[in-house]
C-alpha cells in the first residue's frame, strides 16, 4: 500500500481516488453537451487496453483507487480492458474499474 502524498491525499479526501482514462474520442452518438466533443465525425484517438493496465498498475502504486474508462463510447475501442458484465478487479490490478458508456452499442456490438 502506497504512503506517498497522493495516497495520503486520496486517503484524506482532499484528491479523488479515481483517475479516468479517455480511450478514444469516437462515438457514434452526437451529443451538444459531450465533455469531449465526441462524435463519428470527430478525430480519431486510442488508449490502447493494455495501455491503461499499465497505467493502472502505476496509478494503484501511487495511491488511486478507482480507474474510470470512457470515451467518446469506450465499446467502440478494439480492445476495452473489461467488458460488459465482467468483473470490476481486473486479474493483475488492485484497483476498481468503472466503465462509462452510454449504452446505445448493446443490440449492434454482441459483447
Ligand atoms: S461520449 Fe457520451 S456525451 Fe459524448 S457524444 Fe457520446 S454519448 Fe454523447
Known amino acids: 500500500m502506497s504512503t506517498g502524498p497522493i495516497a495520503s491525499a486520496v486517503a484524506e479526501g482532499r484528491l479523488p481516488g479515481r483517475v479516468w482514462f479517455y480511450s478514444t474520442y469516437a462515438c457514434n452518438l452526437a451529443c451538444t453537451y459531450c465533455l469531449t466533443e465526441s462524435a463519428p465525425g470527430a478525430p480519431r484517438r486510442a488508449l490502447a487496453g493494455e495501455t491503461m493496465v499499465e497505467l493502472a498498475a502505476q496509478a494503484a502504486e501511487l495511491g488511486f483507487t478507482d480507474l474510470g474508462v470512457t470515451g ?40
Do not use: D, V, Y
Not at 84 to 108: E, I, N, V
Open 72 to 111: 467518446g463510447e469506450p465499446f467502440l475501442s478494439p480492445n476495452p480492458p473489461i467488458g460488459r458484465g465482467q468483473p470490476t478487479r481486473r486479474p493483475g490490478t488492485r484497483s476498481r474499474w468503472t466503465m462509462r458508456a452510454h449504452g446505445g452499442l448493446k443490440a449492434s456490438s454482441g459483447r
